[in-house]
């Protein structure tokens, strides 16, 4: 009788482990499913530097003749250091919650690949609203500008708006959603762009790695 009571037992246990595995498992695919649905935007540019000038200052293209002794100095030394702070953000317009766990990123200049990454820090997004991420890209653009030299540098630095953007310039995310230990990204690389609330995914490979000639929309 005992043997048959620890069996009843077992057997409930066993039944409820599987409902609790099975409705966090749901409840991980509704993430996903919501977090497919979210929005992207770039919400701002709160910091951008290169080579020790603050993009962010120079109005209108009027670069300082200080500034252009720091970019001369720069490619003299053969570094020129990229940091670069956005703030993106994630609307999910959903009645559920969406989770976002992990987030590819790549930075593009001219169509060409100068940095790419991973976040890992865990964001959810509570229904019909919207979170902000912050993301940090750090790199050195040196090769780009070694045969155009100050001037080519120069001109690439005006070629920002004090907002921090410029049409040179594309960043690609790819979110990712984990479910029993394994990151489950969007389909393709989400293009960010200036206009709130747009969300343009790019056919392209899922893995981040060098993109020659991908043709990204711009911010």
Same mark, same amino acid.
């Given at each position: 009788?005992?043997? *048959?009571? $620890?069996?009843?037992?077992?057997?409930?246990?066993? #039944?409820?482990? /599987?409902?609790?595995?099975?409705?966090?498992? &749901? =409840?991980?695919?509704?993430?996903?499913?919501?977090?497919?649905?979210?929005?992207?935007?770039?919400?701002?540019?709160?910091?951008?530097?290169?080579?020790?000038?603050?993009?962010?200052?120079?109005?209108?293209?009027?670069?300082?003749?200080?500034?252009? *002794?720091? $970019?001369?100095?720069?490619?003299?030394?053969?570094? #020129?250091?990229? /940091?670069?702070?956005?703030?993106?953000?994630? &609307? =999910?317009?959903?009645?559920?919650?969406?989770?976002?766990?992990?987030?590819?990123?790549?930075?593009?200049?001219?169509?060409?690949?100068?940095?790419?990454?991973?976040?890992?820090?865990?964001?959810?997004?509570?229904?019909?609203?919207?979170?902000?991420?912050?993301?940090?890209?750090?790199?050195?653009?040196?090769?780009?500008?070694?045969?155009?030299?100050?001037?080519?540098?120069?001109?690439?630095?005006?070629?920002?708006?004090?907002?921090?953007?410029?049409?040179?310039?594309?960043?690609?995310?790819?979110?990712?959603?984990?479910?029993?230990?394994?990151?489950?990204?969007?389909?393709?690389?989400?293009?960010?762009?200036?206009?709130?609330?747009?969300?343009?995914?790019?056919?392209?490979?899922?893995?981040?790695?060098?993109?020659?000639?991908?043709?990204?929309?711009?911010?």
């Amino acid at each position: 009788m005992k043997k *048959i009571l $620890l069996a009843a037992m077992l057997s409930c246990c066993l #039944v409820f482990t /599987s409902c609790e595995v099975l409705n966090s498992i &749901t =409840n991980q695919l509704q993430g996903i499913a919501n977090l497919a649905n979210c929005s992207y935007a770039l919400k701002n540019v709160s910091s951008l530097n290169i080579a020790g000038v603050n993009v962010k200052n120079i109005t209108n293209g009027d670069i300082s003749a200080a500034d252009v *002794i720091k $970019l001369g100095t720069a490619i003299l030394s053969k570094k #020129v250091p990229l /940091s670069m702070n956005l703030n993106i953000d994630v &609307t =999910n317009p959903t009645t559920q919650s969406a989770s976002l766990t992990t987030m590819d990123w790549i930075m593009e200049i001219d169509g060409r690949q100068m940095a790419a990454g991973t976040t890992n820090t865990t964001y959810t997004i509570s229904p019909n609203r919207t979170t902000q991420v912050p993301l940090s890209i750090a790199t050195d653009i040196y090769d780009l500008f070694s045969n155009g030299g100050k001037e080519a540098l120069t001109n690439f630095v005006k070629s920002f708006s004090n907002d921090g953007t410029s049409s040179k310039v594309a960043v690609k995310i790819k979110p990712s959603v984990n479910v029993g230990g394994v990151n489950i990204p969007t389909p393709n690389f989400i293009t960010l762009e200036k206009q709130t609330g747009n969300n343009n995914s790019n056919s392209g490979s899922s893995n981040p790695k060098p993109i020659p000639n991908s043709g990204p929309r711009n911010f």
